[in-house]
């Protein structure tokens, strides 16, 4: 009886170079899937990628605060660190789906079938969703079904199981084990160096077969020729530019125009819309007596208008980096939406983007005399794929979840009570106003500095409303106040400096705070950005020596 127990516990506990072989054997399966998903999605479309359209859902389906969470802890790096996760969650389970196939072969089946569903399920939740998307994830499941089954070796019967036909009698008044005793399962013959050798091989083919699929997807929906060739027209009224003393030459501090390949970038997009103008179109339709459709030629045919605007995301903590200046150039929109003829009643204007993002605007204020731009270029160029080509929408005075719908393809004349945004559905304040705001760039957090005299510095904004003063205090001191740059306009921020008087050594505490220019100062109460904006005065810790 003692060699059967020891034939079964051999069964239940394989010896380490199997264990090892069965997890590459899982692996292999997981890597084919991917890739042959990527390879799939090239001629599907970018977004039905099963990893991008599960990492899509994950964004979509994740409370607030831990969306917040993660743009706190990774910044513009959240969608890396997501899609790192996915990639690493995956592989674990594919490590752990190899062993469990070996014994129970059913697994090698409805464990795949199961992750298709979900990539399936997850690239047709999408709003944009189209019926196709769901044959990446489809694809991706027969491969690792087909890898496992290939890799998995061939079940033989055990050695020492019952043989077919008559029981055999037990000879009487023996202890010895005969044949009846022995388990009659079968067993996987051992992995030999073959099968690790093919799995190794399926892995490196899969690595191949991925990148090959992104390329190929890139390839395909490249735009970056279409923009290359675009020809912007001259606005009809060009702004001069900003007056010289409006920008400090200050090291450190943060430009007045902030650099393009340096602006901020906060969405949930994990692949980037790419529409070719020639193909774009907008609708505006909805509460409008006239609805609109324009082509990208006919949008770039109507008075162009620029404007300088700063703009910012409301899930910018306080001092954060979430905000940016640049010249928008761009068609206005209340002209447009007078064309359509808003009807009584509306106060909403909905903004749809190319993947099916939502942004909702107080109509009210894209009506009221500001400028609201459809714009198609930033810092004199065609927009960057990454901030909405070929077309975005921008409305002073609003962060940019109310405001700033990027890759933007609809336009719908609404209600709130009708229509809730995206963003609002998740508990976010549907009007978006930015709050006043200063930020103390110089000198940097925790820095070190000479005795004597020091330069502080920084930028303020209140949006649409301008910024009439900043103050500067040191260690819970006396407010005194800032000097500032020349106002470039209430849309733009604004450069401050001050200057510390006889800084003694040891370590102290920096404060800013801003009023606009309607004489509201800055709010020193302390609040995190969910549901309307970050709150409080910027401070920062320096060592004096």
Sequence with gaps: ?????????????PPARVLLARIAYGIAAACAAVAVGEAAAAFVRPQAAPVVAIGSAAIDLAPTPVKEWAVRS?????KTVLLTGIYTTTGLLAAALGPLAARRRAAATVLPAAFGALGAWAALARPDARPTDALPSAAAALAAVAVLLLLLPHRRPHPTARPSGPEPQRPT????????????????????????????????????????????????????????????????????????PAALPIPGLAPLRTPVGDFYRVDTALTLPRIDPHDWTLRIHGMVDHPVELSFADLLALPLEELDHTLSCVSSEVGGPYVGTTRWLGAPLPALLRRAGVRAGADQLLGRSQDGMTIGTPLECVLDGRTALLAVAMDGAPLPVAHGFPCRSVVPGLYGYTSATKWLVDLEVTTFAARDPYWVQ?????????????????????ARVQAGDVTVAGTAWATHRGVAAVEVRVDGGPWQEAALAADAGPDMWRQWHHTWRSATPGTHRLEVRATDAAGAVQDETRRPPFPSGATGWHSTVVTVH
Excluded at 74 to 78: A, P
């Design 74 to 78: 990774f910044g513009t790096s959240d």
């Design 1 to 13: 009886m003692s060699n059967d127990v020891t034939t079964v516990r051999a069964r239940r506990r």
């Design 426 to 446: 998740r508990g976010w304040d549907r009007t978006g106003e930015v709050r006043t705001a200063s930020r103390i760039d110089v000198p940097a957090a925790f």
């Design 173 to 244: 008044g023996t202890g010895a084990p005969g044949p009846t005793d022995a388990p009659a399962a079968a067993v996987d013959a051992h992995p030999g160096r073959r099968g690790v050798l093919t799995a190794g091989a399926v892995i490196a083919l899969s690595a191949g077969v991925a990148s090959g699929g992104r390329y190929l997807s890139e390839r395909r929906n490249d735009v970056s020729a279409a923009r290359a060739a675009l020809t912007l027209p001259p606005p009809a009224r060009p702004l001069p530019p900003p007056a010289s």
